[in-house]
């Protein structure tokens, strides 16, 4: 498959370990806030998502917090394992229109 | 597989050649959205549409870039004249808004454009 974000900030963790990829937004009216993990050559693949009326929520094995005052979104993955390994986008959802990405993270599961 | 399909998933043209591209959104879903990415980037809104009504295309790259969805279901994407500058993956995503509810979007596989 081909490579998804050659130039990406590359994140390297130990399996077994937590993860931590932060994403910073500009748009204030932005209201809903997803992450996507994309594996070489797929699509966007949903993990996660949050509305803006909320600064935490949890999944299985991910946690996404949102902090709205400095516009700052992280992703939290528990127990990293090397099928995490992939490029993750952070999205944002203003008015339930279009998504606008932003830049992406690429993480690295080192077993 | 009820997900969102693209076909093709590759396609090689030369540059001043058409193509079009096809999106089978998740079947009960009204929203359906193109992106493109190219190497490096997450993908770029292009336009999109609530069951057959495009809502939005001021953000197609150029008047050679069109996009329909004329029954409500399926989209095609079709490029004009295409440019070497047009190689990117070509991503379809489809939602289903509710009153109140959010804009969870679901994206295919992407078709990956090669000009040359």
């Known amino acids: 498959g081909e490579s998804v974000g050659l130039h990406l900030p590359t994140l390297s963790v130990q399996e077994g370990d937590n993860s931590i990829i932060n994403c910073a937004y500009s748009n204030s009216a932005s209201d809903y806030f997803i992450w996507y993990k994309q594996e070489s050559g797929k699509g966007p693949q949903f993990i996660i998502d949050i509305r803006s009326n909320m600064d935490k929520r949890q999944g299985q094995r991910v946690t996404v917090l949102l902090n709205k005052t400095v516009k700052h979104l992280s992703l939290q993955i528990a127990a990293t394992q090397p099928g995490d390994s992939a490029v993750y986008f952070c999205?944002?959802?203003?008015?339930?229109?279009?998504?606008?990405f932003g830049s992406g993270t690429r993480l690295q599961v080192q077993p | 597989d009820t997900g969102v399909s693209q076909d093709p998933r590759h396609k090689i043209t030369k540059r001043g050649q058409n193509v079009t591209f096809r999106c089978d959104p998740i079947?009960?879903?009204?929203?359906l959205y193109w992106y493109r990415q190219t190497l490096g980037q997450g993908p770029e809104f292009l336009t999109y549409f609530q069951n057959e009504a495009q809502l939005e295309k001021s953000r197609l790259l150029s008047d050679r870039f069109s996009a329909e969805r004329p029954k409500g279901s399926f989209s095609t994407l079709e490029i004009q004249r295409t440019e070497q500058g047009d190689s990117a993956m070509y991503l379809c995503?489809?939602?289903?808004?509710?009153?109140?509810?959010?804009?969870?979007?679901?994206f295919g596989p992407g078709t990956r454009l090669t000009v040359l």
């Open positions: 999205a944002f959802n203003t008015g339930r229109r279009a998504l606008t």
């Open positions: 995503a489809s939602s289903l808004i509710t009153a109140g509810g959010a804009n969870e979007q679901f």
């Open positions: 079947s009960e879903h009204n929203r």
